[in-house]
């Protein structure tokens, strides 16, 4: 996942115009023109059995030998449009500045083309950048992309404001913690989780807003000297 939880200095006004910038955002009206869209991302070790799991019986559920091989790695992304309760995931071998931007690109011109533009909230991850775009594209296309993609970034230390890191606390949960051997078992199960997810049309209620922030929060605030 992208950012382990820790509590962010105090005083931090960094934190704060981030934080506030999110929270805004996040009170803003649907707009299909705009929608607002928070992605994130993490990696997958792929566990191959070594001994083939024991059945579950009555009273006892399947077990699986203690030793297993290390298949390599794959990475998960995710999008969710928390206002509309649908989500997106979708498996790659890595991470790189290529990855992001080919995932932007799907995102814009496959799964919302009639989008004006994108409200993206992102981590700050370092391919999570529009020069992503410019390694991965040429200029017009990048470009293209660029202009149609509006990020709000998430404060250092702050990945809980993410919304798609709730969606991909769930995904973890309830899919992915169990021994997954290889790339192709990965999108089975990744898809069928995220099918059976949008078909309910689990949403996200974000209550915490700014005026809360400054109340329950207020630590972090710089102190203005008057």
Not at 187 to 196: F, G, V
Request: with cysteine; hydrophobic share 35%; glycine share 4%.
């Amino acid at each position: 996942m992208c950012e382990s939880w820790v509590i962010p200095p105090e005083q931090n006004g960094e934190f704060v115009a981030r934080m506030e910038d999110l929270l805004d955002t996040y009170c803003l009206p649907p707009d299909r023109r705009v929608p607002l869209i928070g992605m994130d991302e993490q990696p997958v070790q792929l566990i191959q059995e070594t001994r083939s799991p024991l059945p579950a019986l009555p009273g006892h559920p399947p077990r699986m030998d203690y030793e297993y091989e290390r298949n390599g790695t794959a990475t998960v992304f995710l999008f969710t449009e928390p206002l509309q309760g649908h989500r997106q995931v979708h498996v790659r071998e890595r991470r790189t500045a290529t990855d992001w931007a080919e995932e932007i690109q799907h995102l814009l011109e496959v799964e919302y083309p009639e989008a004006d533009r994108i409200r993206l909230v992102c981590d700050n991850l370092n391919t999570h950048k529009l020069g992503s775009l410019y390694e991965a594209f040429p200029p017009d296309t990048a470009r293209r992309l660029a202009q149609r993609l509006e990020i709000h970034y998430t404060p250092k230390h702050g990945s809980w404001l993410n919304i798609a890191e709730l969606e991909l606390s769930v995904l973890t949960r309830q899919c992915l913690d169990r021994r997954i051997p290889n790339l192709e078992t990965l999108r089975q199960e990744t898809q069928a989780w995220e099918t059976r997810r949008n078909t309910a049309q689990k949403g996200v209620d974000w209550q915490f807003t700014t005026p809360d922030a400054r109340i329950k929060l207020r630590r972090l605030y710089p102190r203005i000297q008057t």
